[in-house]
């Protein structure tokens, strides 16, 4: 949550009307607080993050023109509160009303944003947004024409009432009032904007006043289903990667779940289509199901992928590693990456295509493969010419696993 000046969390409840003495001047009314017997107990709003606001969610009492009438609240939001949020979007505004008991429960006004103007005044009018309310509670009023944010310039959010004599609709939360920013307030149509608390000395409060900003960043697209084995041993690491593109070419990151309870955390960040990788071991044996989901920098987050099924076994697991040629012979290692020895590993090496004229095929088998270690094989001497693929496969009765890659055989060298 991006919260702006000194908030204290206010413990002592106003129970005393409050009249304001005004000036001769007709856009200095009198203004009064409400009865403190119809607030029983402070009101605390919780919000959700990435809300501009002076007060500190708590309503303690509320204010209303002695005389009754029209007036428009509002708060200066200034660059050092929109520091992180230049091109983000104001979407919606958020405020108390308050209703006195005996009088009428609906009020209808308008949401204002304006642009820059002077420290004391708004600029431009950019925005108005109806709204209608009814009953003592916390109100947000969604703006139908967002406003894209210049954190370089102020901006002014205004709450635009009419009330009748015995009303006191406008929250405040506790004081004491962030000069120029928290407590702004007009009653002749903005030709003057007043603060309270400094020209209201008596109404030393911020209004329960709140500008809601979200990124206009797209979410990233939902990431490929991850990339793995199906089969896994109890305590082996297991990697798995995927990735996906970002519509507006910012970083990502990602979030593997395990399905065990567990997950990566976030991983990154990452170029956008850039593949990432994480790694995982479970304890149990149980079919797992693998999904990841990516967000951006703004944290804007994407769909979770389609899941990737393994099973943890416990068991031998054999992997063929890479496959190697040379001089008259083709090579490789199997690895028993599972949590129980391998033994009486079958194994062979084949050759498809081109001229053989020598160790088209070959076989054998290996005694035992220790968990976590790994053999050597080859092929028996291989002679003739022309390309061919080489398939290696090893299989013991709890697991197999093939291996091919493209080769070149000129006459006893294998490329």
Request: glycine share 10%.
């Amino acid at each position: 949550m991006k919260e702006t000046g000194v908030l204290l969390l206010a413990t002592l409840m106003i129970l005393s009307t409050v009249v304001v003495s005004s000036d001769t001047n007709n856009d200095t009314p009198e203004f009064m607080l409400a009865d403190g017997d119809y607030i029983s107990q402070p009101q605390t709003n919780m919000f959700d993050p990435d809300w501009i606001h002076f007060d500190d969610g708590t309503n303690v009492n509320s204010i209303g023109i002695v005389e009754s009438g029209t007036f428009e609240f509002g708060i200066r939001i200034t660059p050092t509160e929109l520091v992180g949020y230049d091109d983000f979007t104001l979407t919606v505004v958020k405020w108390y009303h308050y209703v006195t008991q005996g009088t009428s429960e609906e009020h209808s006004g308008e949401i204002k944003i304006y642009d820059g103007g002077t420290s004391t005044m708004p600029g431009a009018l950019i925005t108005t947004e109806p709204y209608t309310v009814e009953g003592t509670d916390w109100f947000e009023i969604p703006l139908s024409n967002p406003v894209i944010i210049d954190a370089s310039k102020d901006i002014w959010v205004t709450v635009e009432i009419t009330h009748i004599i015995g009303e006191y609709p406008a929250g405040v939360g506790p004081g004491p009032v962030v000069p120029g920013k928290g407590g702004w307030i007009t009653t002749n149509g903005g030709a003057t904007w007043r603060q309270l608390g400094i020209d209201y000395p008596g109404l030393n409060y911020n209004w329960n006043l709140w500008a809601k900003v979200e990124t206009s960043s797209q979410p990233p697209e939902t990431p490929e289903i991850p990339d793995g084995p199906s089969v896994g041993a109890i305590g082996v690491e297991c990697m798995f990667s995927t990735t996906t593109t970002e519509p507006d070419g910012d970083d990502v990151y990602y979030l593997f779940d395990w399905d065990d309870g567990t997950d990566s955390g976030w991983l990154g960040p990452f170029d956008s289509g850039a593949m990432a990788s994480a790694s995982h071991s479970w304890s149990e044996v149980d079919t797992y199901e693998i999904r990841v989901k990516a967000k951006d920098v703004y944290n804007v987050e994407s769909d979770w992928s389609d899941s990737k099924v393994i099973d943890i076994v416990d068991a031998p697991i054999l992997e063929i590693g890479d496959i190697s040629g040379g001089l008259f012979k083709v090579s490789t290692v199997i690895k028993n990456i599972g949590s129980i020895d391998a033994m009486i590993v079958d194994w062979s090496i084949t050759l498809d295509g081109g001229i053989i004229l020598l160790g088209r095929e070959s076989s054998g088998s290996v005694v035992s493969i220790p968990v976590g270690d790994e053999a050597t094989i080859s092929s028996s001497l291989i002679f003739g010419f022309g390309k061919t693929m080489v398939t290696v496969s090893a299989e013991i009765s709890e697991s197999s696993d093939t291996s091919e890659r493209d080769a070149f055989v000129l006459l006893f060298l294998i490329l």
